[in-house]
C-alpha cells in the first residue's frame, strides 16, 4: 500500500510518527510536495497542506480516483471563514455570528469590542481583538489589503477549548486564547477532558463538514458552547494516541476501498 503525504512539514511530529507506523505496518510513504505530482497516484493521501496548490493537487488526485484525507472541497471550505459560519449555522452548530466585512480601511462606525479575522484562514492570518479606534487604525496600516470578517467579542476566560478529532477519536487541550496578551496561543495547560456533550458535539462539526481529522475552537468560559473556528488536518501536537489515529484512518479508508492487503489487526 502506497501513502502520500501532501505536506510542507513532513517532519511534523504528529504526521512524521504516523508514517513511521505506516511504515512498520509495510506501507511505502511518499512525501508529495504541494506544487508537485505523483505517478501513479497513491492509494491514500493525507492532505496536511492547505495552500492553493496543495488544493488543486488533492482534487486532481481525486478526479483520478484516489482517496484524499481530508478531501480538498472539505479541506477549501474551511480556508473560507464566511462560509465555514454560513453551513454551521444553516446545521445547528453554535457558531459565532461571522460577518464578511470587506477590508479593515472600509469598516465604518463598527460596535466596538469586536473580533476580527482575516476571510481566509491560513498560517499566520489575522486574529485580533479590537477594542477601540486607535487598534483599528493601527490594524489597517500592518493589513490594508486584507479581506476580513468580524464577530462579537464574547467575554472569556483567556483560554480556548482546543478539540481535535482523528477518524472520531477526540482529542482535547486548554491553549490561550490568540486574543489573550502573553504568548499568544503557545501555552497548553496540559490534560483536559472535554465533557460528554462537547465531545458530542465536535464529532457532529465532522459530519457536518465532511472532515475526517479536524480541529474545532470553543470560547472557554462561556456560558454555553460557542464554536469560533473549524480547522482542517490541524497539528494535534502532544497529544497521546493521534499518530496511531491517523495511520489507522489511512489503512482504514483503503481498506474500505479495496486499496490494500495490509492487515488491520
Not at 510513504?29 to 504541494?34: G, I
Not at 493601527?138 to 482546543?162: F, M, N, T
Amino acid at each position: 500500500m502506497r501513502v502520500g503525504l501532501i505536506a510542507r512539514d513532513p517532519g511534523h511530529p504528529v504526521l512524521a510518527a504516523a508514517a513511521e507506523l505506516l511504515v512498520r505496518r509495510g506501507c511505502r510513504v511518499e512525501v508529495v510536495a504541494p506544487e508537485g505530482s505523483s505517478e501513479p497516484p497513491a492509494d491514500v493521501y493525507l492532505l496536511k497542506a492547505r495552500t492553493p496548490q496543495a488544493l488543486a493537487l488533492a482534487g486532481e488526485l481525486e478526479r483520478r480516483g484516489a482517496i484524499v484525507v481530508n478531501s480538498a472541497e472539505a479541506t477549501e471550505l474551511c480556508q473560507d471563514r464566511v462560509r465555514m459560519a454560513e453551513l454551521a449555522l444553516g446545521s445547528g452548530l453554535p457558531f459565532a455570528t461571522t460577518v464578511a466585512a470587506g477590508r479593515l480601511t472600509e469598516l465604518v462606525d463598527p460596535a466596538y469590542p469586536f473580533v476580527v479575522k482575516s476571510r481566509h484562514s491560513r498560517r499566520h492570518d489575522l486574529v485580533a481583538l479590537v477594542d477601540g479606534p486607535a487598534r483599528l487604525r493601527e490594524l489597517a496600516g500592518r493589513w490594508p489589503e486584507e479581506e476580513v470578517v468580524i464577530q462579537p467579542y464574547v467575554p472569556g476566560s483567556g483560554w480556548d477549548q482546543k478539540l481535535w478529532v482523528v477518524d472520531g477519536q477526540v482529542f482535547a487541550a486548554r491553549r490561550r486564547s490568540e486574543l489573550s496578551s502573553g504568548d499568544g496561543g503557545s501555552a497548553d495547560t496540559g490534560e483536559w477532558e472535554p465533557s460528554a456533550g462537547l465531545a458530542a458535539l465536535a464529532l457532529r462539526v465532522g459530519e457536518v463538514f465532511g472532515l475526517q481529522v479536524y480541529g474545532v475552537d470553543l470560547l472557554d468560559g462561556a456560558a454555553e458552547p460557542v464554536i469560533v473556528d473549524v480547522n482542517a488536518f490541524p497539528g494535534v501536537r502532544g497529544r497521546p494516541g493521534a499518530p496511531e489515529a491517523l495511520a489507522g484512518l489511512a489503512l482504514r479508508v483503503a481498506a474500505e476501498r479495496g486499496r490494500t492487503g495490509v492487515p488491520l489487526g
